[in-house]
Every structure is written in C-alpha cells, then in structure tokens.
C-alpha cells in the first residue's frame, strides 16, 4: 500500500508559478513511476506528466511541455511539479499517482495504482 499526500496548491495571477509537493509513504517509493494529472470541473482527469522510477525518464502532455517540470527526491519520498507561466486553463485539482507496472510512459489513469487526494490550482486572469 502507497500513501499520497499532495500539498502547495492555491490561487495565482496567470504568468505565475506554483510547486507542488506529494509525499509518499508505505511500500518502496523508488520502485514507482510517478505521474500528475488534473481534472477541471466538469472535464475527464487527464494525464499532465509522468518520471520513472529513477528519475532519469520524464514524458508531459503537450498543453504543458516547456512550462510544467516534473522531479523527485527518492531519499525524501517526494515528487515535485513546478509549474511556470501558468494560465487560466491551467485551473484544474491536481493529483499525484503512482504506478508500479505499466510500461513506459504510463499516461493513461488506469495504469496507476494509486492516488493522493488532490490540490486545488486556481489560475485568474
């Protein structure tokens, strides 16, 4: 079993940044790839990127490549997404995933066997 625990949402001016934060707990942290998606109200929870389990593979969804920044800190059981110049479109709650099977990248929820609870982002224009 895999504990999340998402942190560092709130509300932004767009062009702003945000770092998110999700803390494992439990089973081998390192033996995961680890995503973020994001779900806006009324829209499916779609995938906005994914590192392996060592850190050295990272994938993003289009709409964030270039802006958005995955990492993690193995020896800390965190995994970070930095978030830059960050638009209205980018409001959405945020969840961090784990997945220890899939291969690679695992961009579809499914693939994932676990989930943190989600962080709201807020973006104002």
């Known amino acids: 079993q895999v504990q999340l625990v998402e942190s560092g949402g709130g509300l932004v001016q767009a062009g702003g940044s945000l770092r998110l934060s999700c803390a494992a707990s439990?089973?081998?942290?390192?033996?995961?790839?680890m995503g973020w998606f994001r779900q806006a109200p009324g829209k499916e929870r779609e995938f906005v990127a994914a590192?392996?389990?060592?850190?050295?593979?990272?994938y993003y969804a289009d709409s964030v490549k270039g802006r958005f920044t995955i990492s993690r800190d193995n020896a800390e059981n965190t995994v970070y997404l930095q978030m830059n110049s960050l638009k209205p479109e980018d409001t959405a709650v945020y969840y961090c995933a784990a997945d220890l099977y899939s291969s690679w990248p695992p961009t579809v929820k499914y693939e994932y066997d676990y989930w943190g609870q989600g962080t709201q982002v807020t973006v104002s224009s």
């Open positions: 439990g089973r081998t942290f390192s033996s995961y790839a």
């Open positions: 590192i392996s389990w060592s850190g050295a593979s990272t």
